[in-house]
């Protein structure tokens, strides 16, 4: 079974730019989270789905974060425009409905704004 | 104050020893409480989880939950230096289903050959 992978893994990009982050969960997995770590802080929640709907986005930093998951499978995550505070690893996780707690992280992607 | 709170370490142990982590949460209201491994430039990987106050074995690992100290560890029996990592510890409001983890820092162990 294939895990949570990530795409890109290294992003570099100048402040003002976009990026967009993807993530795509282990088959099957209704939850889809977002987490984020900066440099020298704890991972930080983000955004949770349930399937293609928004189920927490209490994390999120400000509206220059936009969240989708289209058809409740991938999901991506835009950064538009970038600060330099923006920079960290941003973690994807899944996990099955109801009853599963285990989240499955990915390998991260690491964003540094310059 | 940090909502889930860890010695950031490091913490050293010489192979064979108990190492034992501490981490304290602020909410109440949390209900679910897991511990994380991750090595160096990879992704946090599930090691236990414990929903009831008590002792939760499994392996050489056993989480211990406080609630009413609002307190868990984890105690890594006959440590190996395979076990060098960050445990993070997270709790969630959630019992049994989804939910976001909230994660303290990390506290970096060393197990010494």
């Known amino acids: 079974e294939a895990g949570v992978t990530q795409f890109p893994s290294h992003s570099v990009i100048e402040k003002g730019q976009t990026v967009t982050l993807r993530c795509d969960p282990i088959s099957g997995h209704d939850n889809l989270y977002w987490y984020r770590r900066v440099m020298g802080k704890e991972i930080k929640f983000l955004l949770h789905?349930?399937?293609?709907?928004?189920?927490?986005e209490s994390g999120m930093p400000n509206n220059r974060f936009l969240a989708e998951r289209t058809g409740g499978t991938y999901s991506t995550l835009k950064v538009q425009p970038a600060e330099l505070e923006d920079s960290g690893v941003y973690f994807c996780?899944?996990?099955?409905?109801?009853?599963?707690?285990?989240?499955?992280f990915g390998p991260g992607t690491r964003l540094t704004v310059t | 104050q940090k909502e889930v709170e860890q010695n950031s370490g490091p913490l050293s142990v010489p192979e064979g020893a108990i190492a034992s982590l501490n981490c304290t949460y602020s909410d109440r209201g949390s209900q679910s409480f897991f511990w994380y491994r991750q090595y160096s430039g990879k992704s946090p990987e599930l090691i236990m989880f414990i929903y009831s106050n008590g002792d939760k074995e499994d392996g050489r690992f056993t989480a211990q939950l406080n609630k009413a100290s609002q307190y868990v560890s984890l105690l890594i029996r006959d440590s190996q230096p395979s076990d060098s990592a960050t445990y993070l510890c997270?709790?969630?409001?959630?019992?049994?289903?989804?939910?976001?983890?909230?994660f303290g820092q990390g506290t970096e162990l060393s197990v010494k050959p």
């Open positions: 997270a709790v969630s409001r959630i019992y049994n289903q989804g939910g976001k983890l909230i």
């Open positions: 996780a899944s996990s099955q409905g109801r009853g599963q707690v285990q989240q499955y």
């Open positions: 789905f349930v399937k293609e709907s928004k189920q927490d």
